[in-house]
């Protein structure tokens, strides 16, 4: 007989409450390792402040430059990342200018902040003849920036949150 339907087929009758397989040790440490981390702008309270601490120390004579007349020694200036310490002032802990991409992965920092601070680093390296160095740039130059992109990318962090302090507790200039 066409076009009558089949019999229907049922499916036999559970057991019990079904029960998922546990999951296996070595997938949760697996799965642990692939969740999204959260980023720097992470709503995880607020952001710990970043800031520039700016450094004036006396010029230094090379070996070549000892002999030569009038030679003067130019002081120089320099910049590093720091943070609030637990016990007032400013402490540069881990915070390094070669570190800031790993900002994002640890740490309450704020984007705006970290991303101003990449591009600030980006310029000093593009102007910096020091290829194939190698270390964790605690400190830059300030007066090795050869570009006059300095002053807006400074302008810009300020805007972002980032203050420029003196070393050694002074606090912010100015104040």
């Known amino acids: 007989m066409q076009g009558e339907p089949g019999p229907r087929q049922v499916a036999p009758a559970a057991a019990g409450p079904a029960r998922a397989a546990p999951t296996p040790a070595w997938q949760a440490s697996l799965d642990a390792l692939l969740e999204p981390r959260p980023s720097a702008s992470s709503g995880r309270g607020p952001h710990t402040p970043l800031a520039i601490e700016l450094t004036l120390t006396p010029g230094a004579r090379t070996a070549a430059a000892r002999w030569q007349q009038g030679s003067d020694l130019l002081p120089k200036l320099t910049g590093r990342l720091v943070q609030p310490g637990k016990n007032g002032g400013w402490v540069a802990g881990s915070l390094g200018w070669l ?29 910096n003849s020091q290829y194939g160095f190698y270390g964790t740039d605690k400190t830059i130059d300030v007066g090795a920036f050869e570009s006059q992109q300095l002053w807006p990318l400074l302008d810009a962090a300020a805007a972002a949150g980032v203050r420029s302090v003196r070393p050694r507790k002074l606090g912010v200039p100015g104040q």
């Open 99 to 127: 570190r800031l991409d790993s900002l994002s992965y640890y740490g309450n920092y704020s984007a705006a902040q970290v991303q101003v601070l990449q591009e600030i680093y980006a310029l000093y390296r593009a102007g």
